[in-house]
């Protein structure tokens, strides 16, 4: 399994653009990279896959290099809501080989 | 759509009695559910991968005889902490995807806190 790396904290202010860079040196040609987003207390909450090159959604943009050891999720405008760990995980999405695992995440913290 | 539920929300119970924690998909089917326990400020950890039809697989460290896992049907799983201890004090989490879906993306129920007194 690709073992990723992550920024322990960060710091933004409300209306700010936030990007938050993961490292996975040994991604394998088939693995997906998938962001999730968990609030304290809840289940994480699907964010944003991608990939290769540009992926956005209505929430967040996933920029892939073209050797995909590394990956950024850009949040745009953040608010005070946006508070919270956001974890990068990779793997093979399809079939049941798949096994989400998680590293240690990145706490980001709004301020007004 | 795509909805996991768990139940109960939050337990508390004495210490050597058993809790079951219920995990549904509401409206997808899934062949594989996956339960996690994550203390505080730690990130999620994974015990176990709930498969339905056949026995869990369970992870490394993990005591498959203390934590049942129990995958009946396409739409449940459930998760027993058998002989609770204080130290099994923890948020549970399951997930599951949706079958018949392209990519795995994972659904994740809202979690069941447990605290064994």
């Known amino acids: 399994l690709a073992k990723t790396t992550q920024p322990i904290s960060m710091d933004s202010y409300e209306g700010q653009e936030v990007n938050i860079t993961c490292s996975h040196n040994?991604?394998?040609?088939?693995?997906?990279i998938t962001w999730y987003q968990q609030f304290p207390s809840q289940g994480p909450r699907f964010i944003i896959q991608?990939?290769?090159t540009k992926v956005t959604n209505e929430v967040a943009s996933l920029f892939i290099p073209a050797d995909r050891k590394s990956s950024t999720l850009s949040l745009p405008r953040v608010s005070l809501s946006d508070t919270a760990v956001y974890y990068c995980?990779?793997?093979?999405?399809?079939?049941?080989?798949?096994?989400?695992?998680f590293g240690r995440g990145t706490s980001l913290i709004v301020h007004p | 759509g795509a909805v996991v539920s768990q139940h109960p929300s939050r337990v508390i119970c004495k210490s050597g009695t058993s809790v079951k924690i219920e995990c549904r998909s509401l409206?997808?089917?899934?062949?594989?559910m996956f339960w996690y326990r994550q203390f505080p400020k730690q990130s999620l950890m994974l015990m176990a991968t709930s498969n339905e039809g056949s026995k869990a697989t369970y992870e490394q460290g993990v005591e498959k005889d203390k934590f049942l896992i129990n995958h009946a049907s396409l739409t449940l799983s459930t998760l027993t902490v058998t002989s609770a201890h204080p130290e099994d004090s923890s948020f549970y989490i399951c997930?599951?995807?949706?079958?018949?879906?392209?990519?795995?993306?994972?659904?994740f129920g809202p979690g069941t806190r447990l605290t064994v007194l």
């Open positions: 995980l990779v793997g093979v999405p399809s079939g049941g080989s798949y096994i989400p695992t």
């Open positions: 997930s599951a995807s949706d079958v018949r879906a392209t990519y795995n993306e994972q659904f």
């Open positions: 991608g990939y290769k």
């Open positions: 040994n991604i394998a040609t088939n693995d997906y």
């Open positions: 409206d997808f089917q899934a062949t594989t």
